[in-house]
T-cell receptor, first 113, second 109 residues
Framework: NAGVTQTPKFRVLKTGQSMTLLCAQDMNHEYMYWYRQDPGMGLRLIHYSVGEGTTAKGEVPDGYNVSRLKKQNFLLGLESAAPSQTSVYFC????????????FGPGTRLTVT | RKEVEQDPGPFNVPEGATVAFNCTYSNSASQSFFWYRQDCRKEPKLLMSVYSSGNEDGRFTAQLNRASQYISLLIRDSKLSDSATYLCVAVTGANNLFFGTGTRLTVIP
């Protein structure tokens, strides 16, 4: 089992460029999450999904879009990157509800110049 | 006011010491609590869930105090390998999950 994987591991974007971060899990988990982690701010929830074909906004959704076309994949898109989106992005999944343990991917380090 | 607050530390303790961290949460309706461990430049990993009656896993003990709205983590007989950042989490329900900013622990030989 690979667990939760994220692609890419690192990326540098120029302001205004777009990109998609891919998260994949092989644990058949229903819930998936995208977080960003910034110094002094902790992990903040961007978007989440409670099952295939569903998505919902988290605490800091502005500037991001997501899709969950397949149960095992959760994509995070940045349509027009801004320097404020420089961060480490973590994807996570959990078996069922919010009360279950979350398994995290290794993270994507994104720099927007 | 932040939903979940932690003392950022750092806590520098010698090997073998006992160290305790607290984490306060603002929403009295929070129902589930966790401690995660995050090593430098790595992803968070679950250390333990926190149950109402308190729970222990080896050298680690977690407690919940609903009256004062805080959870605690006690580490006994600290090891060098315990050096990490410890994140607390409070869950109120759908879309109401909040991580603390983390408490950094360094265990010194």
């Amino acid at each position: 089992n690979a667990g939760v994987t994220q692609t890419p591991k690192f990326r540098v974007l120029k302001t205004g460029q777009s990109m998609t971060l891919l998260c994949a899990q092989d644990m058949n988990h229903e819930y998936m999450y995208w977080y960003r982690q910034d110094p002094g701010m902790g992990l903040r929830l961007i978007h989440y999904s409670v099952g295939e074909g569903t998505t919902a906004k988290g605490e800091v959704p502005d500037g991001y879009n997501v899709s969950r076309l397949k149960k095992q994949n959760f994509l995070l898109g940045l349509e027009s990157a801004a320097p404020s989106q420089t961060s480490v992005y973590f994807c996570a999944s959990s078996y069922s509800s919010w009360t279950y343990e979350q398994y995290f991917g290794p993270g994507t380090r994104l720099t927007v110049t | 006011r932040k939903e979940v607050e932690q003392d950022p530390g750092p806590f520098n303790v010698p090997e073998g010491a006992t160290v305790a961290f607290n984490c306060t949460y603002s929403n009295s309706a929070s129902q589930s609590f966790f401690w995660y461990r995050q090593d430098c430049r790595k992803e968070p990993k679950l250390l333990m869930s926190v149950y109402s009656s308190g729970n222990e896993d080896g050298r680690f003990t977690a407690q919940l105090n609903r009256a004062s709205q805080y959870i605690s983590l006690l580490i006994r007989d600290s090891k060098l390998s315990d050096s990490a950042t410890y994140l607390c989490v409070a869950v109120t329900g759908a879309n109401n999950l909040f991580f603390g900013t983390g408490t950094r622990l360094t265990v010194i030989p």
